[in-house]
C-alpha cells in the first residue's frame, strides 16, 4: 500500500489550515534528515579522510611497524569467514531441515530450541568472547588462535543461519514435497534434490548476513583470536593467534599512533559492507521474483 | 537399507537441531560455574551495591555498581536519543517518503546497521568526542558522548522493525481515518501507531539490548573511568568495558569477578529477552 498521495507543494499549502498537522509533520521531517545527515557525516568523513590515505604500502604482505599493512588482517578475516561458516552452516541448514520436515511445529523440543536460539541471538558479543576463552582457548587448550575464534564466532552466527534458513524451507511450496513423493522419491532424497536447492537462495542470503557480522566483530575475538598482525602458516595454522580486519582497527584506533591507517582500514571495511549489502539485496530481489 | 540410511539422517539432522541447545547450556554452564563463586567469596551485596572497583588495592575492593549504573544510564541516553528519531524516521519512510526516495533511505538504513562497532567507535572518537569537548569542556569523552553513539548505533534496528510494524497494519485503518476528516498527520499519529504499538515496543526492547551490549564503539569514547558515574560530561565505565580492558591481565579472584560481572549483563539480556517474549505474546 501506497500511503503517499500528495505532492510536497500540494501538503505544505493545506497545513495553513491545520497547524496541529504542521506540528506532527514538521519532528518527522526533521528525525528523516538527521538518519540522513549522520549517515552522509559518517561515511563522507571516513572516505574523504581515508581514500588520500590508501597506499600501496598498506596492503604489502608482512605487516610491519614502518607500513602498517593490513593485508594479514583482511586474509585472516577471509580465513575467519571460511572456517565459521564452514562449522556453522551445516549445523544451522541440517537443524532447520529437522525442525521443518521432522519437527511437529509445537513438540515441546522445537519449542526450547527456538527459546534458545533467541537466547543466543541476543547475547551480546562480549559474552561470546569470554565464553570462548573460558571454553575453547583454556578448557580446550586451543590457546588464542584462529580456530578458537572461528568456534567461538560459529555459535554467534548459528542462529541468524538457522532462522534464515527455516524461513526459507518453510517458503518452499508443498506442492514441491508432493509432486516429488508421487515420483517415488523418499523423504531424504525429496530433501536433498528438492526441497534444499529451492531453499537455497535463502539460505545464502543469509550466509551473506553472516558474513557481514563476522567482518564487523571484534569484542568476541580479541580474547579468542587474539591479535597478532601475521598470516597462519605451517601445519599448524590453526592454532595461531590472528587479527582480523575490524580487531585490526581497533588496534590502530586505540593506539593512536596511525591514525591516518586506521582511517584507510575504515574505508575497506565500509566498501565490504557495502558489498555485502548489494550482495544481499540483490539476492533478496531475485527471491522475491521467484 | 533406504529405511536404515533414513535413520541415520535423521538422527544427524536431530543433533544438529541439538546443537544452539548444546551451545546455550554451555554459555551459561561456564559463565555460571566462573562467576557465581566469586560473587559469593566477594560477597553477593558487596559486589552489586558496592560503590568502588579497586582490583589493585590490597586489600583488592570489587563493586560493580558504577559499572552497573553506567550501562543503564548510557543506555537509557541512548534510547531517549534513538526512540524518537527512529520512530519518526520510520513514519517518514512509511507515510512521507516517495519512491525514488525510498530506494536511497532502505538501502542507507542497511548501511547504517551493517557499520562495524569499531568503525562507530572510531567516528566517536574522531567528531563526537572533539565536538562535545568544544561545546560543553571537559575531556569529550564522557556519559554524553556515548549516549550520543549508542543512540545512532541503535536507530537501524528501531527503524527497520518500527517500519515492517507500520506497514503491518491494516490500509483500512488509514482510510478509515481520513475517511472521518482527519488530517493525514492526525491519522498516522492517532490510529495508524498505537495500532503498530507493540511493534515499535519491539523495536525498543531490541534497540535496548544492542546498547546495553555494545562494547568496542563505547569504551572508545566513554572515558572508562571505573567510579560513580556523576554528571553527563564526566566519564563512566560500563559493564562491558569493565570486562574488556581488563581481561588481559587479570588473574585469579579478579578475573573470575571480571566473568561475574559477565554473569550480570547476562542476566540483564536474559530480562530483556523476557520482556521480547512477553510482547511477542501479547502481539499474537
Redesign the interface.
Known amino acids: 500500500?501506497?500511503?503517499?498521495n500528495?505532492a510536497l507543494k500540494e501538503?505544505l499549502k493545506?497545513y495553513r489550515k491545520?497547524p496541529?498537522?504542521?506540528l506532527?509533520?514538521l519532528?518527522?521531517?526533521?528525525?528523516?534528515a538527521?538518519?540522513?545527515g549522520?549517515?552522509l557525516?559518517?561515511?563522507g568523513?571516513?572516505i574523504v579522510k581515508g581514500i588520500p590515505n590508501i597506499k600501496p604500502d598498506l596492503f604489502s604482505w608482512e605487516y610491519s611497524t614502518a607500513n602498517v599493512s593490513l593485508m594479514p588482517a583482511l586474509i585472516n578475516t577471509v580465513l575467519m569467514i571460511a572456517i565459521s561458516l564452514l562449522i556453522s552452516v551445516?549445523?544451522?541448514a541440517?537443524?532447520a531441515?529437522?525442525?521443518v520436515?521432522?519437527?511437529k511445529s509445537n513438540s515441546r523440543?522445537v519449542r526450547?530450541?527456538r527459546?534458545?536460539?533467541?537466547?543466543?541471538s541476543?547475547?551480546?558479543?562480549?559474552?561470546?568472547?569470554?565464553?570462548g576463552?573460558?571454553?575453547f582457548v583454556t578448557?580446550l587448550g586451543w590457546g588464542m588462535s584462529l580456530l578458537a575464534g572461528a568456534c567461538t564466532l560459529s555459535?554467534m552466527i548459528?542462529?541468524l543461519i538457522?532462522r534464515t534458513a527455516e524461513e526459507a524451507l518453510k517458503a518452499v511450496p508443498a506442492s514441491y514435497r508432493e509432486g516429488s513423493y508421487g515420483l517415488g522419491a523418499?523423504?531424504?532424497r525429496t530433501i536433498f534434490k528438492i526441497v534444499l536447492p529451492s531453499a537455497m537462495p535463502g539460505i545464502i542470503a543469509g550466509i551473506i548476513l553472516a558474513i557481514?557480522r563476522i567482518?564487523?566483530?571484534?569484542?568476541a575475538l580479541?580474547?579468542t583470536a587474539g591479535t597478532v598482525a601475521k598470516i597462519p602458516e605451517g601445519k599448524d595454522f590453526l592454532l595461531d593467534s590472528t587479527r582480523t580486519l575490524?580487531?585490526h582497527?581497533?588496534a590502530l584506533?586505540?593506539e593512536g599512533l596511525y591514525?591516518n591507517q586506521?582511517y584507510a582500514t575504515?574505508v575497506i571495511?565500509?566498501l565490504t559492507?557495502?558489498a555485502?549489502?548489494?550482495l544481499s539485496?540483490y539476492l533478496a530481489k531475485r527471491l522475491t521474483k521467484s | 537399507m533406504t529405511k536404515y540410511k533414513e535413520n541415520i539422517m535423521k538422527a544427524v539432522f536431530f543433533t544438529a537441531a541439538c546443537t544452539s541447545v548444546l551451545a546455550a547450556a554451555l554459555i551459561c554452564l561456564f559463565l555460571f560455574i566462573n562467576g557465581v563463586p566469586a560473587m559469593a567469596k566477594i560477597g553477593v551485596f558487596d559486589f552489586l551495591m558496592g560503590t568502588s572497583w579497586k582490583p589493585n588495592n590490597i586489600p583488592a575492593v570489587y563493586g560493580i555498581f558504577p559499572m552497573i549504573l553506567g550501562s543503564l544510564y548510557i543506555t537509557a541516553g541512548a534510547v531517549v536519543i534513538g526512540v524518537p528519531i527512529g520512530v519518526l524516521t520510520a513514519v517518514f519512510m512509511t507515510f512521507y517518503c516517495p519512491k525514488w526516495l525510498y530506494r536511497i533511505f532502505k538501502p542507507a538504513i542497511n548501511l547504517l546497521a551493517g557499520i562495524p562497532s569499531v568503525v562507530y567507535g572510531f567516528f566517536g572518537l574522531v567528531i563526537i568526542v572533539p565536538f562535545i569537548r568544544d561545546c560543553f569542556g571537559g575531556t569529550g569523552s564522557s556519559m554524553l558522548t556515548a549516549s550520543i553513539l549508542l543512540g545512532i548505533m541503535i536507530l537501524p534496528t528501531i527503524i527497520s522493525v518500527s517500519e515492517a510494524a507500520l506497514r503491518a497494519v491494516p490500509a483500512s485503518f488509514y482510510e478509515g481515518g481520513l475517511a472521518l476528516g482527519a488530517s493525514h498527520e492526525r491519522t498516522i499519529f492517532y490510529l495508524m501507531l498505537p495500532a503498530a504499538k507493540s511493534g515499535i515496543m519491539t523495536s525498543i526492547v531490541l534497540g535496548t539490548g544492542r546498547a546495553i551490549g555494545e562494547t568496542m564503539a563505547v569504551i572508545m569514547v566513554a572515558g572508562n573511568q571505573a567510579r560513580m558515574p556523576d554528571g553527563l560530561l564526566k566519564g563512566v565505565r560500563t559493564l562491558t568495558a569493565n570486562i574488556i580492558i581488563e581481561m588481559g591481565y587479570a588473574a585469579q579472584l579478579h578475573r573470575e569477578a571480571l566473568i561475574a560481572t559477565a554473569v550480570v549483563l547476562f542476566v540483564f539480556i536474559l530480562i530483556i529477552n523476557l520482556l521480547l517474549s512477553l510482547l511477542k505474546r501479547r502481539a499474537d
Open positions: 500500500m501506497q500511503y503517499v500528495k501538503r493545506s491545520r496541529v498537522s504542521l506532527l509533520f519532528p518527522v521531517m526533521i528525525s528523516a538527521i538518519t540522513m549522520i549517515l557525516l559518517l561515511t568523513y571516513i551445516p549445523v544451522g541440517l537443524s531441515v529437522y525442525l520436515e521432522y519437527a523440543l526450547i530450541i527459546i534458545t536460539a533467541e537466547t543466543l541476543g547475547i551480546p558479543s562480549i559474552v561470546y568472547g569470554l565464553f576463552m573460558l571454553f578448557t555459535i548459528l542462529p538457522m523418499g523423504k531424504l557481514g567482518v564487523g566483530e571484534s569484542a580479541i580474547y575490524s580487531v582497527m581497533y584506533s586505540s591514525l586506521a575504515a571495511l565500509l559492507v557495502l555485502i549489502n548489494s539485496a
